[in-house]
T-cell receptor, first 112, second 112 residues
Framework: RKEVEQDPGPFNVPEGATVAFNCTYS??????FFWYRQDCRKEPKLLMS???SGNEDGRFTAQLNRASQYISLLIRDSKLSDSATYLC?????????????FGSGTRLSIRP | DTEVTQTPKHLVMGMTNKKSLKCEQH?????MYWYKQKAKKPPELMFV???????INESVPSRFSPECPNSSLLNLHLHALQPEDSALYLC???????????FGPGTRLTVL
């Protein structure tokens, strides 16, 4: 089993829809969490950090559930420009055994 | 300046060549990273520098040799690469290790 797993996708949704992705992690020592988006043949771009209290940036909401060990990303009123691959990133620990792990990504396609 | 720059954008090299990839940031970040990304896969962490010292080496073959000449610059020296090393090489930086990372546009490497 992978240490970080994401919904496989692809998600194909109409413009204006609400879509949600989850990302589960297996190591309870994980310390910090992020969502990135990556467009085809481009670099990943930071979308948002994820905190236990949840955080919102416009149409995007991210949540962390430490008890169930998952993070989520909700996109409301989706736009054509939201089409991309969404990557979750989990940083495990701050010791010499620490790791930075990317999920395998979820592809999102918004159709007109 | 909120940008990470990488040169060159594209590189084609033979298996006996020696080349270097360069990465630069002027955001005052103290952590810098090298990643390798194959098509349709997430980035894989290779090296992390924190305060100009190598902090993490993810068991990368010795034909890849990182160097951090100062806090703004990160190099990746390449020697005797194999065709399977062909990939997108991404550099990233963050304020401190494990904070939000900002990625450069990458160097697309082809090994013949």
């Amino acid at each position: 089993r992978k240490e970080v797993e994401q919904d496989p996708g692809p998600f194909n949704v109409p413009e204006g829809a609400t879509v949600a992705f989850n990302c589960t992690y297996s190591n309870s020592a994980s310390q910090s969490f992020f969502w990135y988006r990556q467009d085809c043949r481009k670099e990943p771009k930071l979308l948002m950090s994820v905190y236990s209290s949840g955080n919102e940036d416009g149409r995007f909401t991210a949540q962390l559930n430490r008890a169930s060990q998952y993070i989520s990303l909700l996109i409301r009123d989706s736009k054509l420009s939201d089409s991309a691959t969404y990557l979750c990133v989990v940083n495990r620990g701050y010791s010499s055994a620490s790791k930075i792990i990317f999920g395998s990504g979820t592809r999102l396609s918004i159709r007109p | 300046d909120t940008e990470v720059t990488q040169t060159p954008k594209h590189l084609v090299m033979g298996m006996t060549n020696k080349k270097s990839l360069k990465c630069e940031q002027h955001m005052g970040h103290r952590a810098m990273y090298w990643y390798k990304q194959k098509a349709k896969k997430p980035p894989e962490l290779m090296f992390v520098y924190s305060y100009e010292k190598l902090s993490i080496n993810e068991s990368v073959p010795s034909r890849f040799s990182p160097e951090c000449p100062n806090s703004s610059l990160l190099n990746l020296h390449l020697h005797a690469l194999q065709p399977e090393d062909s990939a997108l090489y991404l550099c990233a930086s963050s304020q401190e290790k494990y904070n939000e990372q900002f990625f450069g546009p990458g160097t697309r490497l082809t090994v013949l």
